[in-house]
């Protein structure tokens, strides 16, 4: 528990601690769902800092008090915050310090201080040990972000926060009608592969069904595993290619379906179809062997050139910098087009606002978690983040100027051509269980000869036996 | 003097039994209490829902499947371990034949004595990632890279034999310290009785049937009972080897992994309190019963 690095109390500090409007407002957004938690613990908020709404301090602030953030330490890192962020932060309210933590299991740690109502002000909540969401905020620990995306951007003049996003991204870390997570990083999802390997070979990426099937085919011959995804541990890569595909078949509507727990929404032709696609592309094209390895695994082998294409995202990139050979040049292609009725273009993409960052309801400073986030959302912390992870963020424009990646350059050219063609699913957040559900019939369907028909019948089942929480 | 005694006695137990209730008896009621709530472990509220997390146990398939682990386990890992763990004691005690009379063991037996017990002392995590390269799906892994050698494809050890892999690590790892504990029953077994049998002309192997065996069932029944408990986690084992923290598709799946998986990735305390209940419950009928079962048989000496 060496992280429990409790801030100094917040009564042994001189400045003026009231309990304000603020904090009854933040409380009820959660009433609503709490009143089903009677008889339990006591649910008074703690005594919560705010400081002057001001111009210049637009959320209430308080100047002197601490504010406690814990970054996940994974693929992107930690440097971004403590080198941009929290600079950022600290430059603006120097009396007030910034208490930052990393962890890679966010869940071991954080859980029991949210269960004794003590949690840190901010979270980034990331990682294969990441609390559910979509529990938390049903347990009334996430602040609503409204007045934050309300707020005028740090340094975009003229425009508020939520008019600096990328369209979509409010919406994602959007709870029945409220924002409570902000989700940070934009991630382009397809497949990723080799700009070296297929200049050599003189390949270009696939646009149709039949070209990608040919190009794999071509790949086979060479001694590559054509395609491949890591069966041990992320399964949800490649679940989150069969839906890509549906949703290209049948629309984007397909995963509102699945998403708002519809009856016969994993039955739908469309997934049915794109799981017979996929599945055939896994008993002919995969390798058995890489149902035992693990993401880091399969990515090095790919590094090598022994795999052809491997479904991820933008972050990819900057995950394997240290096993990157030299000129291997990242580029990510979007999943090809199923059918000739498709109703997607081939263009379109799986692209979404994701990484969540929230703030903690119960925190001793909650305005300034959410002061945190708009430093995060000024153009110059969005400008950094990119610079040090290689990945874009939600704020529009932020990226102009940089020198971006061979990944990234590709991405951003996938997301251009996509226009309005993209879209995303939220059930995995939403419905931990049916996350873990779809982890297993996706290794069943890829690696261990299951049919299209098992995966759909076996996910609608479990999806009519999870309780609806969340509808958009 | 007389009448200060029961102050003293308590004076004496109030320490240990204040710290027994404090960090034993209170967390084991406190899970109990926890199972008959919906407590999500994310905030300090929760409802009393009865016996409603013990039902939804009932019905939840992948409970039956870890069962099933468990039972499996319970059956093959005593049976397996104890054979072997009999069996190279007897050769570190008395394989050596008979020398003046006294039965001796093999040469090197104190070498080999270390070795067996080494894997002991390794913590269960990194036995789990030495294994994950023993096992590994391709030629990286030693085994397939081993039967590369004769021509045979890669075997998928934890796709397709997930659980006799991990029922390998944990004989692999626990034969050790049984071999030490029955070499040590063996050793006080008096030696006249081997003399006698030596002198009746009984071959090694009626030695070990007849006499060994017998005279060590108490030891045996212990062993049984650890056994039997390590049969019932097997957790870390298999989080750190398996695909899938217990798959593929719930193949290797155990209770624990379970209650991991619905407590902390999908905060649901009280249903991963009620499985921990329904598992304590198991483990305490089992060593019950294996205690209880073999009491007549005892042999004294």
Redesign the interface.
């Known amino acids: 528990m060496s992280n429990h690095t409790d801030s100094p109390s917040a009564l042994n500090r001189r400045s003026v601690l009231r309990r304000t409007a603020a904090v009854g407002l933040l409380a009820t957004p959660a009433a609503g769902l709490?009143s089903?938690?009677?008889?339990?613990?006591?649910?008074e908020p703690t005594t919560q800092a705010t400081g002057q709404v001001s111009a210049e301090n637009p959320l209430g602030v308080s100047t002197e008090t601490p504010v406690e953030v814990v970054i996940f330490d994974g693929g992107l890192g930690t440097k971004y915050a403590t080198d941009v962020h929290i600079p950022s932060y600290q430059a603006k309210f120097p009396k007030s310090k910034v208490t930052y933590s990393s962890t890679q299991e966010v869940?071991?740690t954080l859980?029991p201080r949210?269960?004794?109502?003590t949690p840190p002000d901010m979270v980034n909540n990331a990682g294969s040990?990441l609390?559910?969401q979509g529990?938390?905020v049903?347990?009334?620990?996430v602040a609503d972000l409204s007045d934050l995306f309300a707020a005028p951007s740090l340094d975009i003049a003229g425009k508020t926060v939520g008019e600096t996003l990328i369209p979509g991204t409010i919406e994602q870390g959007t709870f029945n009608g409220k924002p409570y997570v902000l989700n940070y990083a934009y991630t382009v999802f397809g497949l990723w592969y080799s700009g070296k390997l297929f200049k050599d070979n003189g390949w270009t990426a696939p646009t149709t069904w039949a070209d990608f099937t040919a190009l794999l085919d071509k790949m086979k011959a060479k001694g590559i595993t054509p395609y491949s995804y890591a069966?041990?541990?992320a399964?949800y890569y490649q679940y989150l290619v069969i839906l890509t595909t549906a949703a290209k078949i049948g629309g984007p509507d397909v995963l509102k379906a699945i998403d708002n727990l519809e009856k016969g929404a994993w039955t739908n032709d469309a997934v049915k179809q794109a799981a017979t696609l996929w599945g055939e592309i896994g008993a002919k094209y995969g390798n058995?062997?890489?149902?035992?390895?693990k993401h880091t695994e399969v990515q090095l082998q790919q590094n090598q050139y022994k795999v052809g294409f491997y479904p991820s995202g933008s972050w990819l990139e900057n995950e394997q910098s240290k096993d990157t050979p030299a000129g291997f040049d990242y580029q990510v292609a979007a999943i090809p087009g199923a059918t000739a009725s498709d109703k997607l273009p081939a263009t379109g993409l799986y692209a979404a606002a994701g990484e969540m960052y929230f703030v903690a309801s119960k925190g001793k400073n909650v305005q300034g978690g959410k002061e945190y986030l708009r430093h995060m959302l000024s153009k110059a912390g969005a400008k950094g983040f990119t610079e040090l992870t290689k990945s874009l963020t939600v704020v529009t424009g932020a990226a102009e100027g940089l020198t971006l990646s061979p990944g990234l350059t590709s991405a951003n050219a996938a997301l251009t051509a996509a226009g309005a063609a993209n879209f995303s699913f939220r059930w995995d957040a939403w419905y931990?269980?049916l996350d873990?559900e779809c982890?297993?019939?996706t290794?069943?369907l890829m690696?261990?000869g299951g049919t299209a028909d098992e995966f759909c019948t076996r996910m609608q089942a479990a999806a009519d036996k999870t309780e609806k929480k969340f509808s958009r | 003097m007389r009448q200060g005694k029961y102050p003293f006695v308590i004076g004496f137990l109030i320490a240990p039994l204040a710290l027994y209730g404090m960090f034993v008896l209170r967390p084991i009621a406190a899970a109990v209490q926890v199972s008959m709530t919906n407590w999500s472990g994310l905030s300090p509220n929760f409802d009393f829902v009865g016996l409603e997390n013990f039902q939804k146990l009932l019905d939840d398939d992948k409970v039956w499947l870890a069962a099933k682990h468990h039972v499996f386990l319970l059956v093959t890992l005593p049976v397996i371990t104890i054979a072997l763990a009999l069996f190279f004691a007897f050769l570190l005690n008395m394989g050596g034949g008979t020398r003046g009379g006294m039965m001796t063991g093999v040469w090197g037996s104190k070498f080999y004595r270390v070795v067996f017990f080494l894997p002991q002392v390794l913590a269960v995590v990194i036995v789990g990632v030495i294994f994950g390269r023993v096992y590994a799906p391709d030629g990286s892994g030693v085994l397939n890279r081993f039967l590369e050698l004769f021509g045979v494809d890669a075997v998928q050890f934890m796709a397709e034999y997930g659980l006799w892999s991990i029922l390998g690590v944990l004989v692999w790892q626990a034969v050790g310290f049984y071999v030490v504990l029955f070499a040590a029953g063996m050793s006080s077994i008096p030696a006249e009785i081997y003399e006698a049998a030596v002198m009746d002309g009984a071959s090694r192997v009626t030695i070990f049937f007849r006499v060994t065996i017998p005279l060590l069932m108490e030891t045996v029944k212990v062993a049984w009972v650890y056994l039997g408990i390590l049969a019932m986690d097997a957790f870390a084992l298999v989080m750190v080897l398996s695909i899938d923290e217990g798959g593929p598709d719930g193949a290797t799946t155990v209770l624990p992994v379970q209650i991991y998986k619905s407590g902390i990735r999908e905060s649901d305390y009280g249903y991963a309190s009620a499985l921990g209940v329904a598992l304590a419950v198991f483990t305490i009928i089992f060593a019950v019963l294996s205690l209880r079962g073999g009491k007549r048989n005892a042999v004294e000496h």
């Open positions: 709490l089903a938690c009677v008889g339990g613990g006591t649910d869940s071991t859980q949210f269960a004794s109502n040990k609390m559910d529990k938390l049903e347990a009334g620990q069966g041990a541990n399964a058995k062997a890489h149902l035992g390895l931990k269980n873990d982890r297993a019939a290794n069943k690696f261990q």
